[in-house]
């Protein structure tokens, strides 16, 4: 699954999933109730010399590689919904926000 960011390899990304690619920056691993899960932190290219790089973090079953080593992953889209209140500046009154929280969990196999 994983390729050298130079060298983009032709790939079908189906609803609900997204392509990564950039350089690991670190990883580490945790353990779960359903066995170790790999955390690799990685830096897409930053659209032009002004901008900052997007850095998201991958989940995975495996070892995506080493830290600084490019990589392509292929990685299904997920997430939650949270809400919060907030107080509106103007009225005082108080309002229910809703946002999501976006994983990556990299498509193995």
Not at 55 to 82: H, I, N, P, W, Y
């Amino acid at each position: 699954m994983n390729t050298p960011a130079s060298a983009p390899a032709p790939r079908t990304v189906a609803i609900g999933q997204v392509l990564i690619r950039g350089r690991i920056l670190s990883r580490r691993s945790i353990t779960t109730q359903q066995g170790k899960l790999w955390l690799t932190l990685v830096a897409m290219p930053a659209p032009d010399p002004y901008s900052h790089p997007a850095t998201v973090e991958v989940k995975s079953d495996k070892a995506l590689g080493q830290s600084q080593d490019d990589v392509e992953v292929l990685c299904r889209l997920g997430g939650s919904r949270r809400t919060f209140q907030v107080t509106d500046k103007e009225t005082g009154e108080r309002l229910t926000v809703a946002t999501a929280d976006n994983s990556l969990t990299a498509v193995e196999g």
